[in-house]
């Protein structure tokens, strides 16, 4: 969801309360050298954390939103490590 979807949707959005619903997402540990993972989950920027966006994404999702939607949201927090091998291809050994 880009965040002009989520202004809005839900920031410009009047009675957001009858027809808005949040799933906040936090996956902590991410593997950041394993780009083809880790840029799944979060941004990238020149093989490293983009901090401008990390940033912006945070005051939109912890700030902005959470002001706006004090009821109908879900927080999940995931301490996940994602694994330092390639995953193996299906049909491959």
């Known amino acids: ?3 002009q979807e989520v202004v809005r949707g839900i920031l410009n959005a009047k009675d957001q ?3 808005t619903l ?4 936090h996956i902590e540990n991410i593997n950041v050298p394993l780009l083809r ?3 799944k989950f979060i941004d990238i920027a020149s093989k490293q954390v983009d901090e401008e966006a990390q940033r912006m994404l ?3 999702r912890d700030v902005r939103v959470s002001e706006r939607m ?3 949201f879900v927080e999940i927090k995931k301490n996940r490590k ?3 091998q390639e995953l193996p291809v299906r049909g491959m050994k």
């Open 1 to 3: 969801m880009t965040e």
């Open 17 to 19: 309360v009858d027809h």
């Open 22 to 25: 949040g799933f906040f997402r």
């Open 37 to 39: 993972h880790s840029m």
């Open 58 to 60: 945070s005051d939109l």
């Open 70 to 72: 004090e009821f109908n």
């Open 82 to 84: 994602l694994i330092s």
